[in-house]
């Protein structure tokens, strides 16, 4: 009988969920400076955070896993009598992990690796993750599964501000980077995932707290007359969270709860200190 196993790239933030699911994470190193972490494990959210607002000066960067240790992954679930293993990725457009577990899986043949490109990052890749190892707990086979994931993929929309394009710009994360350099930096502007898995400018704004604010007017407009479930993920900005959640609520008395979630150093390195998203899953 088949045994399916799940793994997730650390860009997932699954380190930030409660569950009892045996997901293997393919971790991100961090650099800052000339010293090297391991995502999450030599290096958390609040401390990563606490360390850039200190040091103006210290610009992180991240390398992917290396193509080894997911071999060294596929492997070790190989041996634990895993079958197949379906590996849910940060978006291919923002990363390489994507084809570096692919090529990974050629040098694991005796073990179906199925490698599914969320074409997002954290709590939408995240949510991926845990339904697939809770699926596969009821032994559902790989091809619904994978549907499922689509499904989630389809009908999922993140909307973002950040302090600074900076870290978005040097680290090449932002698809439509034209126009962006030097004091066009100092612009807060309004971003998004695309269906495509891209970091997109939608509008330029010129303070923090408008781009917030616009975040929250895009959402609501998105989700009216919609089923969905809210989230919240930001780069150690607690006080803005907060805000945001009361802005919901305040727009829709009947909203019982607002997920919230911390990103990953390895996502933050990206944002930048204070970064915020806000999001939405349709419920189907």
Same mark, same amino acid.
């Given at each position: 009988?088949?045994?399916?196993?799940?793994?997730?790239?650390?860009?997932?933030?699954?380190?930030?969920?409660?569950?009892?699911?045996?997901?293997?994470?393919?971790?991100?190193?961090?650099?800052?400076?000339?010293?090297?972490?391991?995502?999450?494990?030599?290096?958390?959210?609040?401390?990563?955070?606490?360390?850039?607002?200190?040091?103006?000066?210290?610009?992180?960067?991240?390398?992917?896993?290396?193509?080894?240790?997911?071999?060294?992954?596929?492997?070790?679930?190989?041996?634990?009598?895993?079958?197949?293993?379906?590996?849910?990725?940060?978006?291919?457009?923002?990363?390489?992990?994507?084809? %570096? $577990?692919?090529? +990974?899986? /050629? @040098?694991? &043949?005796?073990?179906?690796?199925?490698?599914?490109?969320?074409?997002?990052?954290?709590?939408?890749?995240?949510?991926?993750?845990?339904? %697939? $190892?809770?699926? +596969?707990? /009821? @032994?559902? &086979?790989?091809?619904?599964?994978?549907?499922?994931?689509?499904?989630?993929?389809?009908?999922?929309?993140?909307?973002?501000?950040?302090?600074?394009?900076?870290?978005?710009? /040097?680290?090449?994360?932002?698809?439509?980077?034209?126009?962006?350099?030097?004091?066009?930096?100092?612009?807060?502007?309004?971003?998004?995932?695309?269906?495509?898995?891209?970091?997109?400018?939608?509008?330029?704004?010129?303070?923090?707290?408008?781009?917030?604010?616009?975040?929250?007017?895009?959402?609501?407009?998105?989700?009216?007359?919609?089923?969905?479930?809210?989230?919240?993920?930001?780069?150690?900005?607690?006080?803005?969270?907060?805000?945001?959640?009361?802005?919901?609520?305040?727009?829709?008395?009947?909203?019982?709860?607002?997920?919230?979630?911390?990103?990953?150093?390895?996502?933050?390195?990206?944002?930048?200190?204070?970064?915020?998203?806000?999001?939405?899953?349709?419920?189907?």
């Amino acid at each position: 009988m088949p045994k399916i196993g799940v793994v997730a790239c650390t860009n997932a933030c699954l380190d930030y969920f409660d569950h009892d699911y045996d997901i293997r994470i393919l971790r991100s190193i961090i650099h800052l400076g000339e010293e090297e972490y391991l995502d999450h494990i030599e290096l958390k959210a609040e401390e990563f955070y606490r360390r850039l607002q200190s040091d103006a000066k210290l610009f992180p960067k991240t390398s992917q896993p290396p193509t080894a240790e997911m071999i060294k992954t596929y492997e070790s679930m190989q041996k634990d009598g895993y079958t197949d293993i379906i590996v849910v990725t940060i978006s291919s457009h923002m990363s390489g992990i994507y084809g %570096a $577990a692919q090529v +990974a899986a /050629k @040098s694991v &043949p005796d073990v179906n690796v199925h490698v599914f490109d969320s074409k997002s990052v954290a709590y939408p890749q995240a949510k991926m993750a845990l339904l %697939a $190892a809770e699926m +596969a707990e /009821k @032994s559902k &086979p790989v091809k619904e599964i994978l549907d499922a994931l689509e499904d989630i993929r389809s009908h999922n929309h993140i909307f973002f501000a950040v302090n600074t394009l900076a870290y978005l710009v /040097k680290n090449g994360r932002l698809s439509n980077a034209q126009g962006f350099m030097g004091s066009m930096l100092k612009i807060k502007p309004l971003l998004h995932i695309s269906k495509e898995g891209k970091v997109e400018n939608i509008e330029k704004i010129r303070t923090f707290k408008k781009a917030v604010k616009r975040v929250v007017e895009m959402y609501l407009e998105e989700t009216k007359n919609l089923d969905v479930s809210p989230f919240i993920c930001h780069a150690h900005n607690k006080e803005v969270r907060d805000e945001i959640e009361a802005a919901l609520k305040e727009a829709d008395p009947n909203l019982k709860e607002v997920f919230s979630m911390p990103l990953t150093p390895a996502v933050g390195a990206h944002a930048g200190p204070g970064a915020i998203g806000l999001g939405y899953i349709q419920n189907r």
